[in-house]
Nanobody, 125 residues
C-alpha cells in the first residue's frame, strides 16, 4: 500500500508544474484526496482537496485561481495543476487520503489514512 507524489522540480516564477499522486496496492475511488505543502521552518499547509466523486473541491486562498485539482480514478491518480507559480509556493508537496473531504479541509490529520512521500517544488529565478 503506497501513495507517491511526483512531478516536482525547479521552475522560474510564472511557470507551471503538474503534480501527480498515484496509489498502488489500493484504490483511490472511495477516498477524498488532499494536497498539502510544507516549507522549511513553516507549518504544514493545506493546499487543495477533492472529494471521491470529484463533486467538491477546495482551494486555499493563496492558490485559488492558479491551481487546479483533478482526479482520474481509472488511473488511480490525482493531479494538481499549478500555474503562475510564485516563490512562496516553494515547499515539499504531499498528498493524503481521507474518508471525506471535510477531514482534509479541517486538516484532521488523525483521520487521514495514507500519506505519500513528498515531492519538492522550488520556484526561483
Amino acid at each position: 500500500v503506497q501513495l507517491q507524489a511526483s512531478g516536482g522540480g525547479l521552475v522560474q516564477p510564472g511557470c507551471s508544474l503538474r503534480l501527480s499522486c498515484a496509489a498502488s496496492g489500493f484504490t483511490l475511488d472511495y477516498y477524498a484526496i488532499g494536497w498539502f505543502r510544507q516549507a522549511p521552518g513553516k507549518e504544514r499547509e493545506g493546499v487543495s482537496c477533492i472529494s471521491n466523486d470529484s463533486g467538491r473541491t477546495y482551494y486555499a486562498d493563496s492558490v485559488k485561481g492558479r491551481f487546479t485539482i483533478s482526479r482520474d480514478n481509472a488511473k488511480n491518480t490525482v493531479y494538481l495543476q499549478m500555474n503562475s507559480l510564485k516563490p512562496e509556493d516553494t515547499a515539499v508537496y504531499y498528498c493524503a487520503t481521507a474518508g471525506t473531504i471535510g477531514t482534509l479541509i479541517a486538516r484532521d490529520y488523525s483521520r487521514m489514512d495514507h500519506w505519500g512521500k513528498g515531492t519538492q517544488v522550488t520556484v526561483s529565478s
